[in-house]
C-alpha cells in the first residue's frame, strides 16, 4: 500500500497537494502543486533537522570533552570548556551549556574524568576536569571509532559505497 493509498484510507480523497506534501511526486502533468510540494517537502525536512542535530550530538560531544580536556595544560571548570567549545565553533557553541554538566559527570562517573573543587574569588566554588588514565586511553579508541566512522558516512554521502 502506497503513501498515497493511506490518505485516501484516512482522508477519503486522492488530493494532488497532500500526496505531494507526504511523498514529494507532485502529478507531472500540473506544475501548480511542484511549488507547494517543494516547499512543503523543505519544511518537512527542516522540521528534522533539530532531532538529527540532537541525536548527531549525543554521539559526539564525550569524544569532544574528553578530546578539549586532554589537550588541556591545565584541568578546566565548566564555563572555561564551554568558551573554549564556542571559540572552536565556526557557527558558535554547538550545543547548550547546560549539556554539558551531564555529560561531564558521565564521564567522570564512567572513571573517564577526574574532578575537584576550589573556592573562587568572584562565585562559587568551581568544579575543575581532566582526564584520567582510562580517559585518555578511551579516547584514542574512540578517536578511532569516530575515524572509521566519518569515512564511511563520507564515502556513502560523496557516493563511493551502495
Known amino acids: 500500500m502506497s503513501i498515497l493509498d493511506l490518505v485516501v484510507l484516512a482522508y477519503g480523497t486522492r488530493s ?3 500526496a505531494t506534501a507526504l511523498t514529494g511526486s507532485p502529478d507531472t502533468n500540473d506544475r501548480s502543486f511542484e511549488s507547494a510540494g517543494d516547499t512543503a517537502v523543505a519544511e518537512a525536512a527542516a522540521a528534522t533537522l533539530p532531532k538529527f542535530q540532537k541525536e548527531l550530538s549525543a554521539g559526539t560531544v564525550s569524544l569532544v570533552l574528553l578530546a578539549l580536556l586532554e589537550r588541556g595544560q591545565e584541568p578546566l ?4 570548556i564551554a568558551k573554549r567549545l564556542e571559540q572552536s565553533s565556526l557557527d ?4 547548550k551549556q547546560g549539556t554539558l554538566y551531564p555529560v561531564l559527570r558521565s564521564l567522570e562517573a564512567s572513571g573517564l574524568l577526574a574532578s575537584h573543587v576550589e573556592p573562587s574569588v568572584s562565585g562559587p566554588p568551581r568544579r575543575y576536569y581532566s582526564t584520567t588514565i ?3 586511553e578511551s579516547l584514542d ?3 578511532q571509532a569516530w575515524a572509521r566512522a566519518r569515512d564511511f558516512v563520507d564515502a556513502v554521502l560523496e557516493g563511493h559505497l551502495g
Not at 571548570?77 to 572555561?80: D, F, I, L
Not at 558558535?92 to 550545543?95: I, N, Q
Open 141 to 143: 579508541t574512540w578517536k
Open 77 to 80: 571548570y565548566g564555563y572555561q
Open 92 to 95: 558558535g557553541l554547538p550545543l
Open 16 to 18: 494532488r497537494a497532500g
Open 134 to 136: 582510562l580517559g585518555r
